[in-house]
């Protein structure tokens, strides 16, 4: 009977590790169509985060059958619940790469995308993977890296806040398409508050502490 749980645990984490890939791809899919001369990248990030919502709910049958089917140990309940909880913060990520493929079908593509974006998407989307990995193999120091690392995020999303508002002062007839870079970065943000939460329950895995962050 134990084994058989086990096998379950490894595959709820295979499950978890194929959920976050299809993040990572994504987000890089959503980055891609923002300078991308047609809607190419922008429909199959949306196709992509349509996917991971039957990922999500995969995920969350597997967790409620594991605990309604066997009688897991206090560490087996914290990997489930906390799987549980991951499973929605990646389903959200996939919601906020569909908005901005959505904003991206709007843009208009000869405008060159701001760097601070791109470098907010590189570092989102390093700190998806990386919670995950913290999770999957109970890497408490990983999973602290990825907390460390969101203050660069919202500094570069303050960045380009500021650099694109300085752009609207400069000319009225740059404020509709300033105003979508704005709103990208803060999904962006919100991508990176997400793999933060996960890193958080990752810990929890662990230590059965829940950690606080500011």
């Not at 992509?48 to 560490?75: F, G, H, K, W, Y």
């Not at 960045?159 to 990208?184: F, Q």
Request: glycine residues 2%; negative net charge; charged residues 30%.
């Amino acid at each position: 009977m134990r084994k058989t749980f086990d096998a379950e645990l490894q595959e709820l984490g295979a499950e978890m590790i194929d959920m976050a890939a299809a993040a990572e791809d994504a987000i890089d899919l959503v980055t891609t169509s923002l300078a991308a001369p047609d809607d190419r990248q922008a429909k199959e990030a949306i196709h992509m985060t349509q996917s991971m919502d039957r990922m999500e709910r995969d995920i969350e049958n597997r967790c409620l059958r594991l605990l309604l089917q066997q009688q897991p140990v206090a560490r087996d309940l914290r990997t489930i619940s906390a799987a549980l909880k991951m499973v929605t913060d990646l389903q959200r990520i996939g919601d906020q790469c569909a908005n901005i493929a959505e904003i991206s079908l709007l843009l208009d593509k000869r405008q060159p995308v701001p760097s601070h974006i791109r470098e907010m998407s590189s570092k989102a989307s390093g700190m998806v993977k990386r919670a995950i990995f913290a999770y999957v193999n109970r890497e408490e120091t990983a999973a602290r890296e990825v907390i460390g690392l969101d203050d660069a995020v919202d500094e570069l999303f303050q960045s380009v806040k500021g650099d694109l508002v300085a752009l609207i002062r400069e000319d009225r007839e740059n404020a509709d398409p300033a105003i979508d870079l704005i709103i990208i970065a803060k999904y962006l943000e919100r991508i990176a508050d997400h793999a933060v939460n996960i890193a958080q329950w990752a810990i929890y895995c662990v230590t059965g502490t829940l950690v606080e962050t500011n």
